[in-house]
């Protein structure tokens, strides 16, 4: 397979097969979080009831209950299958993940809260070294907690809706998303020092950190701007990726997403002349995809050529 800036519709799980051992420098992907109503994001073939709106409690509940569409409930037993089928799924591409990077080679998963454990164990448990989970800071994120006391009102329950006045059922405002960060251990015997001689791989820029505004620790705070919406509904902020590649590897090197979406990986990796390799199997966001390389390709051509070289 060519790995050497392409685009490849399809299900990257059997896709990568087609790579040989040791050819990508680093992995970037925002991989499905397992917790949508999305197509693309349900990753289990259960009943899942709760996902899909059609547990007996949610028809009565009507449409407020299918917008929100996310169990928290833990009332069906198919949806308490859904950590350890999340874990199954992850496991079901990560001996690929591991076998395709390079010695040294980082892996930057950004994996929702509710479920990262299981990708964190799945990758671990094939042999990745898991470094650390980096917060990624996101000042707007809507809050969808309820309060009890309406619904007791609602019921006409007065006692009941005074007793619970001030409490809510859901999550506290979640305001940052994991991005687990993981590597590939270096040869047995050999130093890290030897494997960034060897594969310029396994040591990472703290000079970036402070291009980008951030300070040197695990917390990134690089926000959404107009341009990093619209494409895809989980669009990353293509600056905040741009930063994890620059963080880790040199011009040159292969930069991989498994899971594309709308391509803001590997656009990032063209802009910073690194060569991309992107999967995404939904046509719609394959497209968009090919689409936005093509035009950065073209942008950087035209800024090459007016700069003469
Ligand atoms: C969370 S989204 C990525 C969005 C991306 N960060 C962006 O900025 O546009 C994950 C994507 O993975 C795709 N996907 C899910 N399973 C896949 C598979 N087996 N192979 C390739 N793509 C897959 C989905 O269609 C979805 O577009």
Request: charged letters at 25%; hydrophobic letters at 35%; proline letters at 4%.
């Amino acid at each position: 397979m060519n790995t050497s800036n392409k685009v490849y519709k399809g299900d990257s799980i059997k896709l990568l097969k087609d790579i040989e051992d040791h050819t990508i420098d680093l992995i970037v992907s925002d991989i499905p979080y397992g917790i949508g109503v999305d197509t693309w994001d349900v990753l289990h073939d259960n009943t899942n009831h709760a996902y899909l709106g059609s547990s007996p409690a949610q028809e009565r509940a009507g449409a407020i209950f299918k917008k929100r569409g996310k169990p928290l409930n833990g009332w069906s037993e198919s949806d308490r299958l859904i950590p350890k089928q999340y874990y199954d799924w992850v496991a079901s591409w990560a001996s690929e993940w591991f076998r395709i990077i390079k010695p040294g080679a980082n892996v930057f998963v950004f994996a929702g809260r509710r479920l990262s454990h299981r990708c964190i164990c799945a990758l671990e448990d094939i042999g990745f070294t898991y470094k650390d989970m980096i917060g990624w800071e996101k000042r707007r994120a809507a809050h969808r907690a309820q309060r009890i006391s309406i619904i007791f009102e609602r019921r006409s329950n007065r006692l009941a809706a005074s007793k619970w006045q001030g409490w809510k059922v859901g999550n506290l405002r979640p305001v940052f998303e994991p991005i687990l960060w993981f590597s590939k251990p270096y040869k047995i015997g050999g130093t890290i020092a030897d494997n960034v001689l060897q594969y310029n791989l396994g040591a990472f820029n703290e000079c970036v950190l402070k291009k980008y505004g951030q300070e040197s620790d695990n917390i990134f705070h690089i926000q959404s701007q107009s341009c990093d919406t619209g494409l895809h509904p989980t669009q990353k902020p293509l600056k905040l990726i741009e930063l994890l590649i620059e963080l880790t590897t040199i011009e040159g090197q292969i930069v991989c997403d498994p899971f594309c979406g709308s391509g803001t990986t590997l656009v990032a990796a063209l802009r910073l002349n690194r060569k991309y390799l992107g999967f995404e199997k939904e046509e719609k966001y394959y497209n968009i995809t090919l689409n936005r390389v093509s035009k950065e390709s073209d942008e950087l051509k035209n800024m090459l050529f007016k700069n003469g070289e």
